[in-house]
C-alpha cells in the first residue's frame, strides 16, 4: 500500500482533548467522505506505529484533516500526537473504510465515533442535500461535543445530544435506550448509521434489532 509523507501544516484543539490536524494532500489523492486511513507520526520511534483514522475535510478540500481524541493514559500515539507542531511530518496510507452514505437516514455516534460522520455531513451540506438526515450524539459530557455549532448550523433540530455523566437541560441524559431510539428514529425501513466504541455498537444494533431495523439498513463501523 502507497505512503505519503505529508507535512502538518496546523494543529488545533476541536475540544478539550480532541485535536483538528491538517496536513498537505497529495497530488491525485482522493478519498470517500466516511473513509479512514492509517497514518503514523514521521518521527524516530513512531514512524512504523500506525493506527486508524478518518479523513474529517472534504475529498475537494486543498488539504487533509483528522480530527482526532486523544488519550494521554494510553501513552501511546495519540499521546505523541500532543507534542505534534506545525512542519513536523506524518505517513499517510491509501483511503479505506466501511461507512458511506447510502441515503437519508439516522446517524447514531459515540465520541470520536463521530469522525466518518463529520466528513459525510459537511459533503452532503456542500450538495444541499443534507435534508431527511438526523445525528444522535451521546457523550459524556456537553465539553465532549465535537464539532457542536457547525453539527447545529448544518442540522438545526435534527442534531440530538446525550449525555451520559452531565445534567444539561439543553440536551437529553443517560444512555441510548430503544424507547429514545424509538422516539428519534422511528421508521425502521431507512438507514441507520452507527460508529462508536465496542459496547456502544453492540447496545444500539441490539436496540436497532428490537425496533424491527433489517441488518440491511444498519451501517457500521467500530472504533
Ligand atoms: C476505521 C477507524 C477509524 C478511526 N477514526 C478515528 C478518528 O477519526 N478519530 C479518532 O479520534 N479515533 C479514530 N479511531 C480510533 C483510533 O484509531 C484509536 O483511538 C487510536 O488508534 C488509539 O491509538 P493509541 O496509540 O493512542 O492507543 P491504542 O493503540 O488504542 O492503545 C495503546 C496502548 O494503550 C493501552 N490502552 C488501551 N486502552 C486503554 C485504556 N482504556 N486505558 C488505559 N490504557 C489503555 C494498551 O496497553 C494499548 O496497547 C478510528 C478507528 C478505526 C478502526
Known sequence: ??????????????????????????????????????????KKDWEFELRPFTFTCLPSDEYLEFTIKTYPEHKDVTNELLNLKTGDEMIVGEPWGTIGYKGPGIFIAGGAGVTPFIAIFRHLHSKNEIGGNKLI????TSADIINKDEFSRMLG???????????????????????FLKKHAG?????????????????????????????????????
Do not use: W
Open 1 to 42: 500500500m502507497e505512503q505519503y509523507i505529508l507535512k502538518v501544516k496546523s494543529v488545533e484543539n476541536a475540544t478539550h482533548d480532541v485535536l483538528r490536524i491538517t496536513i498537505e494532500k497529495p497530488k491525485q489523492f482522493h478519498f470517500e467522505p466516511g473513509q479512514a486511513t492509517e497514518i503514523a507520526i514521521n
Open 137 to 140: 450524539f451521546a457523550n459524556k
Open 157 to 179: 433540530d435534527n442534531f440530538i445530544n446525550i449525555l451520559s455523566h452531565e445534567r444539561d437541560e439543553r440536551y437529553a441524559q443517560g444512555y441510548i435506550t430503544p424507547d
Open 187 to 223: 421508521d425502521p425501513g431507512q438507514y441507520y448509521y452507527v460508529c462508536g466504541p465496542d459496547p456502544m455498537m453492540d447496545a444500539m444494533i441490539d436496540h436497532l434489532h428490537q425496533l424491527g431495523v433489517d441488518d440491511k439498513f444498519i451501517v457500521k463501523e467500530e472504533f
